[in-house]
């Protein structure tokens, strides 16, 4: 089955960077779009980026854009989220989620932990 | 961008009532690229209803969705007890994708 699992969380200072993956199995990989989307604690979903499946195309939301870089290693089946600048507003759980029919998110990972705070 | 608008903000009923929850887009939504998740507590969201009216996999036929242009419903027939969730209207007929804020569905 479907399986994704996303690391590299942790808590950071303003201002720092991290980067996330998302390790995919039970998809053709190389043949999927990947998405991040983001909570806050108490929140609702936020969609942050969006990754085709050659890498060639990448959209971001206002509030990742000049900030943050998704990129995929289709050999290595697993997909990015460099996040730079970090601000007190990028605190969440971020998932990282496959997309389906329709644009429809159909399979997500359990999301990893992004706490930014001084 | 297009904004989603969902009503009720939370929607209190009983076991086996139906529940009607509507979502509207600012815009014409593409395509009626719109999906509608289910998230518990603790949990991941899991896609119910892909293309404004088509069921995923495994979901039950008690959840239907239906609706086109900037008008959306999500509609469960009789309430399940695992079916009291968080319920979140997507678009991604244009970038960027957006979210609706949810509907909280809860026990009365």
């Known amino acids: 089955q479907v399986q994704l699992v996303e690391s590299g969380g942790g808590v950071v200072q303003p201002g720092t960077s991290l980067r996330l993956s998302c390790a995919a199995s039970?998809?053709?990989?190389?043949?999927?779009?990947f998405h991040w989307v983001r909570q806050a604690a108490g929140k609702g979903l936020e969609w942050v980026a969006f990754i085709s499946s050659d890498g060639h195309n990448k959209y971001y939301a206002d509030s990742a854009m000049g900030r943050f870089i998704i990129s995929r290693d289709n050999s290595k089946n697993t997909l990015y989220l460099q996040m730079n600048n970090l601000g007190l507003g990028d605190t969440a759980i971020y998932h990282c989620?496959?997309?389906?029919?329709?644009?429809?998110?159909?399979?997500w990972g359990q999301g990893t932990q992004v706490t930014v705070a001084s | 961008e297009i904004v989603l608008t969902q009503s009720p903000g939370t929607l209190s009923l009983s076991p086996g009532e139906r529940a009607t929850l509507s979502c509207r887009a600012s815009q014409r939504v593409g395509s009626n690229y719109l999906a509608w998740y289910q998230q518990k507590p603790g949990q991941s969201p899991r896609l119910l209803i892909y293309g404004a009216s088509s069921r995923a996999t495994d979901i039950p036929d008690r959840f239907s969705g239906s609706g086109s242009g900037t008008d959306f419903t999500l509609t469960i027939s009789g309430l399940e007890p695992e079916d009291f969730a968080v319920y979140y209207c997507q678009q991604y007929g244009s970038s960027p994708g957006t979210f609706g804020p949810g509907t909280k569905v809860d026990i009365k």
């Open positions: 039970g998809v053709t990989f190389s043949h999927s779009y």
């Open positions: 989620a496959t997309e389906g029919e329709a644009g429809s998110l159909d399979y």
